[in-house]
Each structure stands twice: as C-alpha cells, then as structure tokens.
C-alpha cells in the first residue's frame, strides 16, 4: 500500500501545463528528497526527476519539479502526445526503513 | 552504454522459489547500490528490495524473511532468491541501479507468476 499519494488522473491538451501533486509525510518526503518517474505505455520507467527538481541529462526542460514539506509536485509544460502515461513520485520512509513509491498517476493528452 | 538486463522469472506454484539475476554492464558495478521494484499487472510500482556497496540489504515488510538480495561484484551481478512465494507475488520484477541520483537506469523486467 502506497504511502505517497497522488491523483489518478490527469490530462490536458497540446502545449497546455499539467501539474500533479504527490502528498506524503514527515518521514518521506518531509525529510528526504523526492525523485519522478516516467512509464510510457509498455516500456519500463524512467527517471525524469532527482533531489527533488533535478533533471537528468536529456529530460526537456518542460518537466520541472518541486517540493515543499511534506508534498511535491510535478509539471510538465508545452504537454505533447509523447508525454502520455503513468507518472510516479518516490521517496525513501524512515518508519518502513525503505523506498516508497507513489500510487501513481495516468497523464492524458486529449 | 549502461544496461540492466534480468532473467529467471518463470510460472511458479505457490510456496515454491525463483531466483532472479540481473546482470549489469557499462559501469563500476560495485560502486552502486541495485534495487528489485516489481510491477503487479495493471498496477503500479512497489520498490521490493535493495543492496548496498557494502552488502548491506533492505527489504519490503511484506516480503522480508522470505527474499534474499545479494551481489556478486566479480560477475557484476545482483540476484533475488525468493522464497514461499504466494500470488501477491506476481508481478514485473524490475533490477534498477540506485544512487543518489534516483534509480537509474532500470531493465526491462522479468515476468513472475505464482499460480
């Protein structure tokens, strides 16, 4: 069970800025850095965000990350079709001395 | 070029073990952490278990004294030794590399099916 909490859903149109949230605790993200992850249809995740708004070398400069407390956010901007599929939010959580994913949430572009 | 890549995933009645390897190339294996996250189908992401530099592992509650994670550095290698496996089990198991930078990258994946 997901103790990082994010919306199901999310979707907008081409060029528009899509935000997701990801809500967790002090013993998450309240403490630890957040990292986001991408998975396109059928492929396997990717890293698209570390240390909280980091990107990775070759991840465009529309994703951008955030936190602040205990949540974080990610935002894609100028969406394009590419960007459809499920996007996760991650952590490590001292009280289960793990990592922890969030529960993940499926980007639209209609 | 960094690659992951992992095998041994197989159908499996319940209560039976797998192990699982993945094999790194195209880094100093050694000097990173590896993790195993699994993928249930149609569901989402669920870190498994992770090993250290120093061999030091850490586990899911739910699967703790029942998965061993190790590492063969010579062989640039990692493995998942699981044991009483039941059907809460099935799913995508993905080898990723970790580091401070997240996990990156990830394999493909290696199908287990408990039934």
Same mark, same amino acid.
């Given at each position: 069970?997901?103790?990082?909490?994010?919306?199901?859903?999310?979707?907008?149109?081409?060029?528009?800025?899509?935000?997701? +949230?990801?809500?967790?605790?002090?013993?998450?993200?309240?403490?630890?850095?957040?990292?986001?992850?991408?998975?396109?249809?059928?492929?396997?995740?990717?890293?698209?965000?570390?240390?909280?708004?980091?990107?990775?070398?070759?991840?465009?400069?529309?994703?951008?990350? +955030?936190?602040?407390?205990?949540?974080?956010?990610?935002?894609?901007?100028?969406?394009?079709?590419?960007?459809?599929?499920?996007?996760?939010?991650?952590?490590?959580?001292?009280?289960?001395?793990?990592?922890?994913?969030?529960?993940?949430?499926?980007?639209?572009?209609? | 070029?960094?690659?992951?890549?992992?095998?041994?995933?197989?159908?499996?009645?319940?209560?039976?073990?797998?192990?699982?390897? &993945?094999?790194?190339?195209?880094?100093?294996?050694?000097?990173?952490?590896?993790?195993?996250?699994?993928?249930?189908?149609?569901?989402?992401?669920?870190?498994?278990?992770?090993?250290?530099?120093?061999?030091?592992?850490?586990?899911?509650?739910?699967?703790?004294?029942?998965?061993?994670?190790?590492?063969?550095?010579?062989?640039?290698?990692?493995?998942?030794?699981?044991?009483?496996?039941?059907?809460?089990?099935?799913?995508?198991?993905? &080898?990723?590399?970790?580091?401070?930078?997240?996990?990156?990258?990830?394999?493909?994946?290696?199908?287990?099916?408990?039934?």
């Amino acid at each position: 069970q997901s103790v990082l909490t994010q919306p199901p859903s999310a979707s907008g149109t081409p060029g528009q800025r899509v935000t997701i +949230s990801c809500s967790g605790s002090s013993s998450n993200i309240g403490s630890h850095n957040v990292y986001w992850y991408q998975q396109l249809p059928g492929t396997a995740p990717k890293l698209l965000i570390y240390g909280n708004y980091q990107r990775p070398s070759g991840v465009p400069d529309r994703f951008s990350g +955030s936190k602040s407390g205990t949540s974080a956010s990610l935002a894609i901007s100028g969406l394009r079709s590419e960007d459809e599929g499920d996007y996760y939010c991650a952590a490590w959580d001292d009280s289960v001395s793990g990592h922890v994913f969030g529960t993940g949430t499926k980007v639209t572009v209609l | 070029e960094v690659q992951l890549v992992e095998s041994g995933g197989d159908l499996v009645q319940p209560g039976g073990s797998l192990r699982l390897s &993945c094999a790194a190339s195209g880094f100093t294996f050694s000097t990173y952490d590896m993790h195993w996250v699994r993928q249930a189908p149609g569901k989402g992401l669920e870190w498994v278990s992770g090993i250290g530099t120093a061999g030091d592992t850490y586990y899911l509650g739910s699967v703790k004294g029942r998965f061993t994670t190790s590492r063969e550095n010579a062989r640039n290698s990692f493995y998942l030794q699981m044991n009483s496996l039941r059907a809460g089990d099935t799913a995508l198991y993905y &080898c990723a590399r970790g580091a401070p930078q997240g996990f990156d990258p990830w394999g493909q994946g290696t199908q287990v099916t408990v039934s």
